[in-house]
């Protein structure tokens, strides 16, 4: 794999996890109206477990398919 699309495939990476593990949690706890704050707290908990091996499992798979 020449350089820039390690590079490139590093930046998407870290950019799609920020997004997945520390964008859309935030937005569960400051946005989310109608549920209390322990339930926001468990949904955003749960959105960073699945999402957490969501991105595990990806980029596993992409790895043994020779893609990163």
């Known amino acids: 794999m ?7 495939s590093g930046v998407v990476i870290v950019a ?11 937005l569960i ?5 109608g549920v209390e ?3 926001r707290v468990a949904l955003a908990t749960i959105w960073f477990s699945v999402s957490l091996a969501g991105l595990l499992w990806g980029l596993r798979r992409f790895q043994s398919r020779r893609i990163i």
């Open 2 to 8: 020449k350089w820039t699309r390690a590079f490139l």
């Open 16 to 26: 799609a996890a920020f997004a997945l593990l520390v964008v859309i949690p935030d």
């Open 29 to 33: 706890l400051s946005e989310v109206t």
């Open 37 to 39: 704050r322990s339930g």
